[in-house]
Nanobody, 114 residues
Framework: QVQLVESGGDLVQPGGSLRLSCSAS????????MSWYRQAPGKERELVAG????????DYADSVKDRFTISRDNANNTLYLQMYSLKPDDTAVYYC???????WGQGTQVTVSS
């Protein structure tokens, strides 16, 4: 079955960087568009970034443009989210999502605080 496992979340100071990973299995990864979402306490889950199957096309929420980069390694079935210049407002649980299968990972916690 479809399985998505996120990792890389941590406590980081404002202005810091993190790279999240999502290991995928159970489907043909290289043919699937992929997304990162996040959910902050008391807020709805929101789309952060998306990437096409080949990795050529990407899309970002306005709040993370120019700070976050989504990428993928199709040879290793892994999705990434590189985050720079982190702000306290980026604090959330970050989820990997595969739209075609409507499947979510378990999430990884990112906390930005001094």
């Amino acid at each position: 079955q479809v399985q998505l496992v996120e990792s890389g979340g941590d406590l980081v100071q404002p202005g810091g960087s993190l790279r999240l990973s999502c290991s995928a299995s159970g489907f043909t990864f290289l043919r699937a568009s992929m997304s990162w979402y996040r959910q902050a306490p008391g807020k709805e889950r929101e789309l952060v970034a998306g990437i096409s199957p080949g990795g050529i096309s990407t899309d970002y929420a306005d709040s993370v443009k120019d700070r976050f980069t989504i990428s993928r390694d199709n040879a290793n079935n892994t999705l990434y989210l590189q985050m720079y210049s982190l702000k306290p407002d980026d604090t959330a649980v970050y989820y990997c999502y595969v739209p075609i299968w409507q499947s979510w990972g378990q999430g990884t916690q990112v906390t930005v605080s001094s």
